[in-house]
């Protein structure tokens, strides 16, 4: 199930006639052990970084992301 921030990005997208499967990437990556992992993801917007996100969780983590460049892409109008 995806994160509310990852929902509202996806709507930001919707509601202005684009599709954001074709806009929005995600990279992720992960250190340490397996019981104390952390996950950092990175959004990508057209290839451009717009918001990271950190978590012990891969799902958290790209929750943030998520959020991350929401906020980035309202704050640019």
Known sequence: ?????ITDLNNY??????DAAARVSYEESCVGPSDKAVWTV??????????EGVDRTKAGAK?????NAL???Q???
Not at 13 to 18: L, V
Not at 63 to 67: E, G, L, R, V
């Open 71 to 73: 906020d980035a892409l």
């Open 75 to 77: 704050a640019q109008g």
């Open 1 to 5: 199930m995806a994160g509310k921030s």
């Open 13 to 18: 997208f919707q509601a202005q006639g684009m």
């Open 42 to 51: 990175r959004c990508k917007v057209d290839g451009k970084l717009k918001g």
């Open 63 to 67: 929750d943030i992301a998520a959020k």
